[in-house]
Structures are given as structure tokens and as C-alpha cells.
């Protein structure tokens, strides 16, 4: 069997959601065995843990138990949802580990022809623009570019730093946009030695702790002159970026919220609009909400420009 799979999308959204599949060149060739038609070709075109979206050659049954031997040596059991042989889903009877998928089919190709396919993840990511930062969210990625969702007004040709949780800021280019989504082109493609680590720290990643902080009053709010802001903004720990949104800030302290959480003490360079990075260290973490104080007090003239930020507009 052929073992290349470039075409299939390897999802880590996890769900088997009822979506259209593609061209049959837009697909990898499989084989399914089992049910009342025995052994037959099939099309994978998109893959989760929790199963496989296909086109099927011949009659199939909803329910049907079959094995999906899939183009990189992978043999999985599930069974047949829908009825439809155009395109139908097969729920594996165990969640499958889809990086470990993605890794086994890198390696079974030759090296001059190992690149990444496309990986459909949802995550929260920080597009800085135009002079501004704005929250989006992923679609898709490749090693060349990334899809994403954002309510920010972009332009063909526009050129935007991305950064994404664990991995350093990425430049690249808006190449499309429609109704909401955008396409962008990296100047620089990301290698799969890069990638593979980074999607497995996310497939791997907890999910953020509930946000229960989001109804206790801001441990700020009493603190004299502090400003709210809520600006999408970024953290940095050594080499590596996570996406954050500061909430509130004095010339002392900073409230900010992110999805991975900094244990206290943590040192960081937190991202201020207008001013630059500044260095903080954690001193609460309560889920997804971290207050820092600042190693360097702002001064006033650094509060004055921010408070331009919070003026509304």
C-alpha cells in the first residue's frame, strides 16, 4: 500500500463532526475490511482521535464493525456511521493518537519527500498588524501558512507577526481573505522537526482550568489609578511566546489572563502596547489568571500612554 498520506487532514480538534469531504485527490487511498462487502478500497479525508472521515467504493451499513488499514502501516477497529458511501464517518473503538499517526507517516516516506500535510487545530493565537494586536483563531496549519477565523479587518499583501502558544513570533503575509477568514503566508516555512515537538505539546495540553476567576472582583480594583485595559497582548519565557490578554494594570502590579498557566515566581517579558516588552514576575496564579508585579516599575509617562489605550475610542 501506497504510504503516502499528504493529502489527509490530521485533526486535533478531536471531534467527528459531520463535514464535506473532498476530492478523491484530495484524500489518502485506505482499505476497509469487514461488513457485508468484505474488503474494499476507501478514501481517507480527514483524521482525529476519534475517527476518520471516508469515501467508501461500494455498498455500506450504518453500524457495520470493520478494520481500517490505513496508508502508513496503522490497522484500527471501529465501526461504519451513516450511509451514505460518498462520505461517511468510521468511529474507532479506542481514541487514536494522532501526532503518533502524523510522526509513522512522516517516517514511512523518503527523506526528500518528507514534508508535513495540513493539521487542523483550533487555537487562540495574537496577529499583530498595522500598529495594532488582535485575538484570531486557528483553522488549519502547514509548514508554509495558516488558516484563521478573526473579526480584524485585514488586507491582501498586509504583513503580520503571528504568535502561537510555545513557539517563537512567525512572520508572514495575508494572502486571502473572505468573510471572516484569512489565509497567511509564512516568509520563512516552518520544518517538521519544529512543528512535531510544538503539536505535541498541544495534543498533549490540558484544557484551561474553568474560569471561575472571571466572577471575583479583579485583585486590582482597589488599587489606586490602575487601568483596565483588556488588550490582546503576549508573554514570553525564554525563547518561547504564549498568547495573553492584560486586563488591568498599575505602575506596580499587572492582571493578565492566558491559557497556560505561570506558577508564581515565574519570571516573564509581558508584551505592553505602545511600550515595548518589560520584565514581570508571577506572584498568584488562580486558573487562567495570573497577577505579576512589574521588575521595573512603570513610570509616569509610560502610564500616561497607556491610559490613551484604555480611553475609549
Given amino acids: 500500500m501506497s504510504v503516502s498520506a499528504r493529502s489527509t487532514i490530521f485533526s486535533l480538534s478531536g471531534g467527528l463532526d459531520s463535514v464535506p469531504v473532498g476530492k478523491p485527490e484530495e484524500s489518502s487511498r485506505a482499505r476497509?475490511?469487514?461488513?457485508?462487502?468484505?474488503?474494499?478500497?476507501?478514501?481517507?479525508?480527514?483524521?482525529?482521535?476519534?475517527?476518520?472521515?471516508?469515501?467508501?467504493?461500494?455498498?455500506?451499513?450504518?453500524?457495520?464493525?470493520?478494520?481500517?488499514?490505513?496508508?502508513?502501516?496503522?490497522?484500527?477497529?471501529?465501526?461504519?456511521?451513516?450511509?451514505?458511501?460518498?462520505?461517511?464517518?468510521?468511529?474507532?473503538?479506542?481514541?487514536?493518537?494522532?501526532?503518533?499517526?502524523?510522526?509513522?507517516?512522516?517516517?514511512?516516506?523518503?527523506?526528500?519527500?518528507?514534508?508535513?500535510p495540513r493539521i487542523e487545530l483550533r487555537q487562540r493565537l495574537c496577529i499583530r498588524h498595522a500598529g495594532q494586536v488582535d485575538f484570531a483563531w486557528t483553522r488549519n496549519l502547514s509548514p508554509a501558512g495558516l488558516g484563521v477565523e478573526?473579526?480584524?479587518?485585514?488586507?491582501?499583501?498586509?504583513?503580520?507577526?503571528?504568535?502561537?502558544?510555545?513557539?517563537?513570533?512567525?512572520?508572514?503575509?495575508?494572502?486571502?481573505?473572505?468573510?471572516?477568514?484569512?489565509?497567511?503566508?509564512?516568509?520563512?516555512e516552518i520544518g517538521w522537526q519544529v512543528l512535531m515537538p510544538w503539536l505535541r505539546q498541544v495534543a498533549d495540553r490540558r484544557p484551561p482550568a474553568t474560569r471561575d476567576s472571571y466572577t471575583s472582583p479583579s485583585p486590582l480594583g482597589a488599587v489606586k489609578n490602575a487601568l483596565k485595559l483588556e488588550v490582546a497582548s503576549h508573554v514570553r519565557s525564554g525563547s518561547s511566546w504564549w498568547n495573553a490578554q492584560v486586563l488591568s494594570l498599575s505602575n506596580a502590579l499587572v492582571e493578565f489572563e492566558s491559557d497556560t498557566e505561570f506558577a508564581p515566581l515565574s519570571g516573564l517579558w509581558?508584551?505592553?502596547?505602545?511600550?515595548?516588552?518589560?520584565?514581570?514576575?508571577?506572584?498568584?496564579?488562580?486558573?487562567?489568571?495570573?497577577?505579576?508585579?512589574?521588575?521595573?516599575?512603570?513610570?509616569?509617562?509610560?502610564?500616561?500612554?497607556?491610559?490613551?489605550?484604555?480611553?475609549?475610542r
Fill in 150 to 188: 478573526t473579526r480584524t479587518q485585514l488586507h491582501v499583501g498586509e504583513a503580520v507577526e503571528l504568535t502561537l502558544d510555545g513557539l517563537r513570533p512567525i512572520q508572514g503575509e495575508i494572502r486571502w481573505t473572505e468573510q471572516g477568514q484569512a489565509g497567511i503566508a509564512f516568509f520563512e
Fill in 32 to 116: 476497509l475490511i469487514g461488513g457485508e462487502a468484505g474488503e474494499r478500497d476507501c478514501f481517507v479525508h480527514r483524521l482525529t482521535s476519534e475517527g476518520a472521515m471516508l469515501s467508501v467504493n461500494g455498498p455500506v451499513a450504518h453500524g457495520d464493525r470493520a478494520t481500517i488499514e490505513l496508508p502508513f502501516g496503522l490497522a484500527v477497529e471501529g465501526a461504519i456511521v451513516g450511509d451514505d458511501p460518498a462520505a461517511l464517518a468510521f468511529r474507532f473503538d479506542a481514541p487514536m493518537d494522532v501526532v503518533g499517526a502524523l510522526a509513522r507517516c512522516l517516517a514511512a516516506l523518503p527523506a526528500e519527500r518528507r514534508q508535513m
Fill in 270 to 312: 509581558l508584551s505592553l502596547p505602545e511600550i515595548g516588552g518589560w520584565p514581570i514576575r508571577v506572584i498568584e496564579c488562580h486558573g487562567t489568571r495570573h497577577v505579576a508585579e512589574f521588575r521595573l516599575p512603570l513610570r509616569p509617562h509610560e502610564m500616561a500612554r497607556l491610559s490613551e489605550v484604555a480611553r475609549p
